[in-house]
């Protein structure tokens, strides 16, 4: 019979499970000084960060932003947030990030803070996109004439406010609901075949 794999102890598997997060997780001890870094962080910052005081590694060359980075690295605090930090590694590579910092409430081991560090160029893309996403809803309740998305479950995704205006229905009832459960029989068996032709990737032109 085969012997059974060892199980790994907790710490063995919070650590996996830190590794795995596309974020740099930094905790630091009550020196203010670094005890852990994830993978990610550990291959921007490298392996002889560990022990060093925290400020020093997020501002090696003394900035203007040191005052700041210093209150997110303090343990005197119990929360703190620093957006757009501009971070350059030992080997020159760079990041701009947003840092969030989180006190371990009742601390048993080394670890005193937490700071969790949000790549802040992906923050600037999805609410770049949100601003759009907004605009293009605007735009589409601007209009005169009924605009829906749909999905390809025959589900309304999206209603502007013209079938408030045309139709007296509210968009925000519509969303989820079956094309078959709004539209009269006739209009839904009318405009089966080209929502077939939608699904299948083509674009179609028609009237009920």
Same mark, same amino acid.
Not at 23 to 34: A, K, S, T, W
Not at 108 to 124: C, F, M, Q, S
Not at 174 to 191: E, N, P, Q, T
């Given at each position: ?11 063995a598997l919070d650590l996996d499970l830190l ?5 740099? @997780? ?16 550990r291959e921007f910052f490298g392996d002889e ?8 590694? @997020? ?9 700041? @980075?210093?209150?997110? +690295?303090?343990?005197?605090?119990? +929360?703190? %947030? ?10 020159? +590579? ?63 995704? %999206? ?23 709004? @539209?009269?029989?006739?209009? %839904? ?16 032109? %028609?009237?009920?």
């Open positions: 019979m085969g012997e059974l794999a060892p199980v790994q102890s907790q710490a590794d795995l997060a596309n974020v740099f @997780l930094m905790g630091v001890d009550d020196e203010q000084c670094i005890a852990v870094l994830n993978r990610q962080a960060a560990i022990g060093k005081p925290a400020i020093d590694v @997020l501002d090696p060359e003394k900035s203007e932003q040191r005052e700041a @980075l210093t209150r997110l +690295t303090s343990t005197a605090f119990d +929360t703190h %947030f620093y957006r757009e930090h501009h971070l350059a590694s030992p080997n020159g +590579t760079t990041a701009i990030v947003d840092w969030q910092k989180h006190a371990v409430p009742e601390p048993t081991g080394d670890i005193a803070v937490v700071l969790i560090g949000l790549d802040a160029a992906e923050r600037a893309r999805e609410e770049a996109l949100n601003d759009r996403e907004k605009q293009m809803h605007e735009m589409c309740n601007a209009l005169p004439v009924l605009v829906a998305y749909v999905g390809t479950d025959d589900r309304y995704r %999206f209603n502007n406010a013209a079938y408030q205006r045309i139709l007296g229905l509210a968009p925000e009832t519509l969303k989820g609901l079956h094309m078959r459960d709004v @539209l009269d029989d006739r209009a %839904f068996a009318a405009g089966a075949p080209h929502r077939q032709r939608v699904k299948s990737g083509e674009a179609t032109m %028609f009237e009920t």
